[in-house]
């Protein structure tokens, strides 16, 4: 399975942006770590084939993960962005249903995309 991840870029504080990965094959809980210069990569969001989400504490509010109906691509809705959620996020797929706070753990996950930068300027 690979995983195609995009939509990162440069925005201001307070703004938008709205991240894609696709997965070329079935896969179970997908989601997202991001990795800043100098930071170990930690979670962002997940998402199960269930639909249920999950989010670290620190987007909760702001983000919101969603799966589209063929269950292959999941997005990630970043609204009122902040200089701290600058990093590198990748995309992250897991083979098997995990949940809880296996989907926090990142080796849980079985595939990974390349990463998608986001800049956030104050």
């Known amino acids: 399975v690979q995983l195609q991840a995009s939509g990162g870029g440069l925005v201001q504080a307070g703004g938008s942006l709205r991240l894609i990965c696709v997965a070329s094959?079935?896969?179970?809980?997908m989601g997202w770590f991001r990795q800043a210069p100098g930071n170990e990569r930690e979670f962002v969001a997940a998402?199960?084939?269930?639909?249920?989400?999950y989010y670290a504490d620190s987007v909760k509010g702001r983000f919101t993960i969603s799966r589209g109906t063929a269950t292959n691509t999941i997005y990630l809705q970043m609204d009122s962005l902040k200089s701290e959620d600058s990093a590198v996020y990748h995309c992250a797929a897991a083979q098997r249903g995990i949940t809880g706070a296996q989907v926090r753990d990142e080796k849980e996950y079985d595939y990974w995309g390349q990463g998608t930068k986001v800049t956030v300027s104050s």
């Open positions: 094959g079935r896969t179970f809980t």
């Open positions: 998402i199960a084939r269930s639909y249920l989400p």
